[in-house]
Each structure stands twice: as C-alpha cells, then as structure tokens.
C-alpha cells in the first residue's frame, strides 16, 4: 500500500486529504511544519511527499532541500503560491511536481500516480544515517557525530561531505564537488578541494594522514569508503 506523507499547516487540508486518499487505499501520515515532516520521511519512509511550502517554522525550500540531501523520495508540492519564481525555486531545489491551490483531487491523484511510477521504475537508496566506523552522519538532520559526540563542520565543509556520502562508494569528480558546492565558475579552482578536505580529515579521520574514509583518487577526485 502506498505512503503518503501530507505536510500542510492547514489542519483542514490535512483532514481533506487524509479522507479522500484514505478512501483510495491509501495510507496516509500527516505533518503540520517543516521539522515533524523531516523526521516522519525519515523515520516511516513515506512513497511520495506532498508539501506545502507556506510552513510555520522552515521555508518549503528548506525542508526540500533537507530531504534531498539523502532521499530521492517524490515531492509533489501543493501551493497558493502562483508565481512562477516560487515554481522555479520549488523545482530547483528538488520538488518533482507543482500543483496550485484550490486543486482538483482527480488531478492530484493522477499526479500521485505519476511520481509513484517514476520512483518505483527508478528505485534508489534513501538510508537517512551513514555509519562509517565511530562516524555517524545524519544527512536528514545535518549532523555528524563521532563516538557520540558532535562534529561541527562549516556550511561549506558539509556541502561536500553530503555530496561525498551520498554517492558513497563512487567516485566523485573534482568539477563535481566545486560546481556542485561552490558553483559553474569555480570548476577549475581544485585548489578549494584540496584545503576542504584537508580540514574534514582532521575532524573526522582516526589519523588525518592516513585517510579511511575520505579518499583522493590522484587527478580524478575524491570517494567517501564507508
């Protein structure tokens, strides 16, 4: 049975949806903000997410972002917001599908159906915490712990072990990491690479001289071994 996890302020379309989907076999968790969302797609592994982005305590952006970190679960967002600047920020951030308020629930469930097609033909791994040896990485909360104590990282610092962790066991490409985190124009600037992962190494390697789990593959990138 597919799991849907509705995140919506609005106890009203909460109640909505829940009956309606409910009634067509549906399972169906709710969330009423940003962070029981993060923890619910992380803990009960909904299908398919439908999101609304006017959340009380994070930006819609945020919380896809968040989950886009570690899950390629499908978001469908479900908005008042019509313009086409908060469409585009919503897709650029992760979100699979838009539907705007009021919506017609024929058109909803054919969106449903759609996102679940694609995510079952295309199944990935959407493991929330990486165990590496004493590390544990949360890629849902954005923490990093090592034999249970907190590892702070800079912004910039996670961006690329998040990138690194998710391809975990691929090789990551040098233009990957600079575009990816920094950006088109700094493809070239391998340099930033090299004082990054410097700086992870002695937060989270056993001997940052002798690497476990951050990798250089010489002149093509770099490879997180859990």
């Not at 959407?126 to 590390?135: C, D, F, I, K, S």
Request: glycine fraction near 6%; charged fraction near 25%; charge should be neutral.
């Amino acid at each position: 049975m597919t799991r849907v996890l509705v995140v919506d302020d609005d106890p009203q379309i909460r109640r909505t949806l829940k009956i309606n989907l409910t009634a067509r076999g549906y399972t169906v968790l709710t969330a009423p903000d940003g962070t029981t969302a993060l923890h619910a797609a992380a803990h009960d592994r909904p299908d398919v997410i439908v999101l609304d982005l006017g959340l009380p305590d994070l930006a819609g952006t945020d919380v896809i972002t968040g989950l886009r970190g570690w899950s390629t679960t499908p978001i469908i967002v479900l908005s008042a917001r019509t313009d086409s600047s908060d469409k585009v920020d919503a897709l650029d951030a992760g979100a699979d599908d838009y539907i705007t308020k009021p919506f017609g629930m024929a058109e909803l469930l054919a969106r449903l159906r759609a996102a679940v097609r694609r995510a079952t033909t295309h199944p990935t791994d959407n493991e929330a915490v990486v165990h590496a040896g004493p590390l544990c990485i949360d890629l849902a909360a954005k923490h990093v712990t090592r034999d249970g104590a907190v590892i702070r990282l800079t912004p910039t610092e996670w961006g690329i072990l998040e990138l690194l962790v998710r391809h975990r066991g691929k090789l990551v490409s040098q233009r990957q990491l600079l575009t990816e985190v920094w950006g088109p124009s700094y493809q070239t600037e391998s340099h930033y690479l090299r004082v990054y992962l410097a700086q992870l190494r002695r937060k989270l390697e056993p001997d940052a001289s002798h690497p476990q789990y951050l990798i250089t593959e010489p002149g093509m990138g770099y490879r997180f071994r859990p």
